[in-house]
């Protein structure tokens, strides 16, 4: 794996992960087709303490959700980029938008989510997990990654 690196649309802000990230939703609800202006957006989820800040600023800003828990999106101050995000303030996990990553290849979807509002011209491959909505974690997380969230959840 390539240096998992990456920054937003004007440099200011630069960031590095301490370790690949726990899992990769591709999501096609409507709060990231509507807050991104794109037909999904790919999340990384990893512990917040494992991303590093290299260089920049970023502004917290925090978004209505068909769910109503709040969603907090961390922006750079100086052009807006989103880089990631989190749920329900559940600050310890993040959603790292796993295109901000320089190679933007270097990770793709474990599991496709929400795909009830897919948008129909967006084919899937057929080889990667497809939920309606969500799916049970303990079906679809590699044990490894369980263990990480267990250990991030104080349990
Ligand atoms: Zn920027
Ligand atoms: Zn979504």
């Avoid at 939703?25 to 807050?35: E, G």
């Avoid at 970023?58 to 989190?86: E, F, K, M, N, Q």
Wanted: with cysteine; glycine share 8%; aromatic share 8%.
């Amino acid at each position: 794996m390539s240096a998992l690196e990456g920054g937003c649309a004007c440099g200011a802000v630069r960031y590095r992960l301490k370790s690949g990230p726990m899992f990769v939703n591709c999501c096609h609800c409507q709060d990231c087709q509507r807050q991104l202006g794109s037909a999904f957006v790919i999340n990384a989820v990893i512990e917040t303490d494992r991303i590093e800040v290299l260089s920049g600023e970023l502004a917290v800003t925090t978004l209505p959700t068909d769910s109503g828990r709040p969603h907090d999106v961390y922006r750079c101050t100086a052009c807006g980029t989103t880089i990631w995000s989190d749920y329900g303030r559940r600050k310890v996990m993040s959603f790292l938008r796993a295109t901000t990553l320089d190679d933007r290849a270097v990770l793709s979807p474990d599991a496709h989510i929400f795909t009830r509002s897919k948008l129909p011209w967006v084919i899937l491959p057929p080889d990667v997990p497809a939920f309606e909505v969500f799916y049970d974690l303990p079906n679809q997380w590699p044990p490894e990654s369980l263990a990480r969230l267990q250990t991030l959840m104080g349990g």
